[in-house]
């Protein structure tokens, strides 16, 4: 019965694999990078033209208590333009992450909040975010946010434009 498993066997052969690969990926030059990487990074068209045509009005944050983790913003987003705008992305530096999120109702009549991929700006019309209904949630707060200090949210389109929010913390 002395037979090693395959488990043992395989634990063994990892063993002796490891340091090999290890001292291969030492020894070896840097992985080359492709010839076209240094064109990837061209500098984007002009800040103008890269900036979402949104107006926003009644920007928020809502504070939350000394070691609540999340938070909720709203804002009331216009788009004067004749194509709708798909927000995909928000960022903000007070969280480590910011979600687009929807409330909704269960079958069951309980209200939930959940995250969704996008979130929409008519053209010629408007999207309200607001706590209760669509809004933006900043995830894991990096410190807490007091009352009347503003908070810098970045919207993110789909196409990559962006919309710079500067949003005041009220109480809820
Ligand atoms: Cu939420």
């Known amino acids: 019965m002395s037979r090693p498993t395959p488990l043992l066997l395989s634990l063994a052969l990892a063993a002796v694999l490891i340091p090999a690969a290890a001292i291969r990926s030492q020894a070896g030059q840097p992985p080359a990078s492709p010839a076209h990487s240094t064109h990837a990074a061209a500098p984007p068209s002009s800040t103008s033209a890269r900036r979402l045509p949104l107006t926003v009005g009644g920007a928020s944050v809502i504070a939350v208590p000394p070691g609540a983790s999340e938070t ?6 216009r788009n004067p333009g004749k194509t709708p705008v798909v927000l995909t992305a928000a960022r903000s530096p007070a969280a480590e992450h910011v979600m687009l999120m ?3 109702r269960d079958p ?7 995250a ?3 979130l929409t700006v008519p053209a ?10 669509n809004h933006l949630m900043l995830m894991n ?15 993110v389109a789909r196409d990559g434009r962006t919309l710079s929010v500067s949003a005041p913390v009220r109480l809820p």
């Open 141 to 155: 707060l990096k410190r807490p946010l007091k009352p009347g200090e503003r908070i810098a949210l970045v919207l």
């Open 102 to 104: 929807t409330t909704r």
């Open 108 to 114: 069951q009549g309980r209200v939930g909040m959940s």
């Open 72 to 77: 909720s913003a709203g804002m009331t987003l």
């Open 116 to 118: 969704v991929k996008s």
């Open 124 to 133: 010629g019309g408007s999207l309200v975010l607001k706590p209760g209904g």
